[in-house]
């Protein structure tokens, strides 16, 4: 299995290490690629690394695309909408202009907008290119993206994007599937605080379960290669941090 783990003191370090990386593999997808793909994930943890990467960043950013893991079915100036919330922490503090495509949750059809972005996806699959970085978060409850444990979503095999309904049955949501996540070049799973340290122990060391724990299908599977973002509170409860 090729998972990294990268611990930091805290969640300040721990953005202002993921930034780093991003610049420096941005940099080398450029040379490599011509342009740099990342999927973005929404959370606290997150919010806290776009803030520092649009402060920070080095990146000729006319040559990012930036694409989203998932997002709530709310129009993008919700405060509820993952686009809003990278909007305000990321893209209005660029030196330049990414390439965005996101998720369309102002939709009136879930289930047309998730098939549109699946052929978005197929898309930029067919022309070669690939998603060089995801970013995604740990849940609680062991989910990532909006693949939440028992739900249809975490079943699906070939379609890149669905709609699912939060776990709750109250609102709808768009979310990337374990196929097209397995399809990056590498994921980033990001954690911080002493409220994840429980979830990360039992994604990490407890019995492998990922229909009931989403991030499992990638976090405990040998054939991907993951990072694993953590501060020294949310790896606390960790024996093997290697």
């Not at 129009?75 to 998720?103: C, F, K, T």
């Amino acid at each position: 299995m090729t998972l990294y783990t990268s611990i930091s003191k805290n969640a300040e370090q721990l953005a202002e290490r993921c930034v780093d990386v991003l610049d420096t593999l941005g940099g080398e997808a450029m040379e490599k690629y011509g342009k740099f793909i990342v999927s973005l994930a929404g959370g606290s943890t997150p919010r806290a690394i776009y803030r520092a990467w649009a402060s920070s960043s080095k990146l000729d950013w006319g040559r990012v695309m930036l694409w989203f893991g998932d997002e709530r079915c709310v129009p993008p100036d919700h405060a509820d909408s993952n686009y809003r919330m990278v909007a305000e922490n990321l893209l209005e503090g660029l030196p330049g202009e990414p390439e965005i495509v996101r998720m369309e949750g102002e939709h009136a059809d879930p289930a047309q907008a998730a098939r549109n972005y699946d052929h978005a996806l197929r898309q930029m699959l067919a022309k070669g290119n690939r998603i060089h970085v995801a970013l995604l978060g740990i849940g609680a409850d062991g989910h990532t993206a909006s693949l939440f444990p028992g739900m249809e979503a975490v079943k699906q095999s070939d379609a890149l994007c669905v709609s699912t309904p939060s776990p709750d049955g109250a609102t709808q949501r768009l979310t990337m599937t374990v196929p097209c996540l397995r399809e990056a070049r590498k994921l980033f799973f990001l954690a911080a605080g002493g409220e994840k340290a429980a979830i990360v122990n039992r994604l990490m060391e407890g019995p492998l379960n990922p229909e009931e724990l989403p991030a499992q299908f990638f976090l405990r599977d040998d054939r991907m290669n993951v990072n694993l973002l953590l501060d020294e509170a949310a790896a606390a409860r960790l024996s093997r941090r290697e």
